[in-house]
């Protein structure tokens, strides 16, 4: 079993810049590794950025690729998603979620629920 909680969206201008963060409790030696993903209204759940839990290796959406820096502190147990030049286009719910590394949230099995990130225009 793990628990995922996210924290630090919030509004913010276009341009600007908000980092989120995802608490991770459970057993994460068993993970490879921890997502984003995001959902905006009336649309599919998309994927963000993954990172490998041991590695460190990371991959990144094309959307979002230069522009959103995901990292972990293994020790806190604590994953973030640094987002820069943010884009109204990037209002969405965003879910950290722990298990796998991929671009499918289908090797993921452990969903947090959620943070609001608005970006106005």
């Known amino acids: 079993q793990a628990q995922m909680v996210e924290s630090g969206g919030g509004l913010v201008q276009a341009g600007g810049s908000l980092r989120l963060s995802c608490a991770a409790s459970g057993r994460t030696s068993i993970w490879y590794g921890v997502g984003w993903f995001r959902q905006a209204p009336g649309k599919e759940r998309q994927f963000v950025a993954t990172?490998?839990?041991?590695?460190?290796?990371?991959y990144y959406a094309a959307s979002v690729k230069g522009r959103f820096t995901i990292s972990r502190d293994n020790a806190k147990n604590m994953v973030y998603l640094q987002m820069n030049s943010l884009k109204p286009e990037d209002t969405a719910v965003y879910y950290c979620a722990a298990g796998g590394y991929s671009n499918s949230d289908f090797d993921y099995d452990y969903w947090g629920q959620g943070t609001q990130v608005t970006v106005s225009s």
């Open positions: 990172i490998n839990w041991n590695s460190n290796s990371t």
